[in-house]
């Protein structure tokens, strides 16, 4: 898979650890884990969006763009990576955050990843509803601004995790291992799209398993069928088959970003077995199902860590009632 031909900017270390988690294998009692950790880039507090970001403002500087606009949820990672990157490349980065996820309190409305995003000199535009945040985005939207999809998801952002697939894969041939489940956690789609897409066109015999964090299972498997559909265009290749791609919901709880009690256990599970943590919102619901899976599972079995940490924060009152001194 040659991407030379994309206009990339360099915002990431790659390659990112894939380490070995033999307590939690242990503490589950299935096959081998391994952790990849997408979450220890040192840019804006790391996360799997800098991969698409890579892509995304390599074009947008090539099109000679001076501002950068994209949108998320109020803790969303996605603007906080797109933040410190704008501040890495002298970007003005305009925010357009909805408060959609039923949370509230001074730890998720001022902290977390949108204090970042202030200290990263974005502009944040905190809106209401979508016809609110149609609003902002007319009054910061300009002749030299190129505006990013939700999560950094297009097929252009999802080549950087088809360049991620490349190198996960490369990691478990060093291991002496060819054939892996890889759990990915499945938001806006780029990610796990990616990650099935470069798998295919690999010919690695291994599997994937998208865990929704979001939407239904069959709106998910459609945008990310969709997204790899698009991406594999941009590289002439034809829309993958994905037959080796399992995509669930059964995880997402109440909502998005809504916390569950399985989430906070597996939260204190990966903690305490290997110091990993994790966050509430993507990678905490993708580990209650890779805790299920992993369980029976008879292959060794990947985690791919996407970050988030700054997000854990915004739910610091709802963590200290589980794990604070008494």
């Not at 915002?11 to 081998?32: E, F, I, K």
Request: hydrophobic content about 45%; glycine content about 14%; some cysteine.
């Amino acid at each position: 898979m040659d991407l030379s031909a994309f206009p990339r900017v360099a915002l990431g270390s790659w390659p990112t650890p894939l380490d070995d988690a033999p307590r939690l294998a242990a503490a589950l009692g299935g096959p081998p884990i391994l952790i990849k950790r997408d979450d220890v880039n040192g840019l804006g507090a790391g996360g799997n969006k800098l991969r698409k970001l890579e892509f995304l403002l390599g074009q947008a500087l090539e099109q000679g763009a001076d501002t950068i606009i994209t949108f998320g949820a109020l803790q969303t990672n996605h603007g906080r990576q797109t933040a410190a990157a704008c501040a890495k490349l002298g970007l003005r980065c305009e925010l357009v955050l909805t408060a959609k996820v039923p949370m509230e309190g001074d730890a998720y409305e001022r902290s977390g990843n949108i204090v970042l995003d202030h200290m990263f000199g974005a502009n944040v535009h905190v809106c209401a509803d979508a016809e609110e945040s149609a609003a902002a985005y007319e009054k910061v939207n300009h002749d030299k601004a190129v505006t990013l999809p939700t999560g950094g998801s297009n097929g252009l952002g999802t080549l950087g995790y088809v360049a991620a697939a490349a190198e996960l894969v490369g990691q478990l041939h060093e291991r002496g291992i060819d054939n892996a489940l890889v759990v990915v956690p499945d938001g806006s789609g780029a990610t796990a799209a990616g990650m099935a897409l470069g798998t295919e066109l690999l010919g690695w015999p291994g599997t994937v398993h998208a865990v929704s964090v979001s939407h239904p299972a069959a709106e998910a498997e459609q945008v990310l069928r969709s997204l790899g559909a698009e991406a594999a265009g941009l590289l002439g290749e034809p829309a993958p088959e994905l037959g080796h791609v399992t995509v669930t919901d059964d995880t997402v709880g109440p909502g998005y970003g809504v916390p569950t009690p399985e989430m906070w256990s597996v939260l204190k599970l990966f903690a305490e077995t290997e110091g990993v943590v994790l966050d509430p919102v993507y990678t905490g619901k993708t580990a209650v199902k890779f805790r299920e899976i992993a369980a029976v599972g008879e292959v060794p079995i990947v985690f791919l860590h996407t970050g988030g940490l700054p997000g854990f924060y915004g739910y610091a009152p709802e963590a200290v009632a589980r794990f604070g001194p008494a």
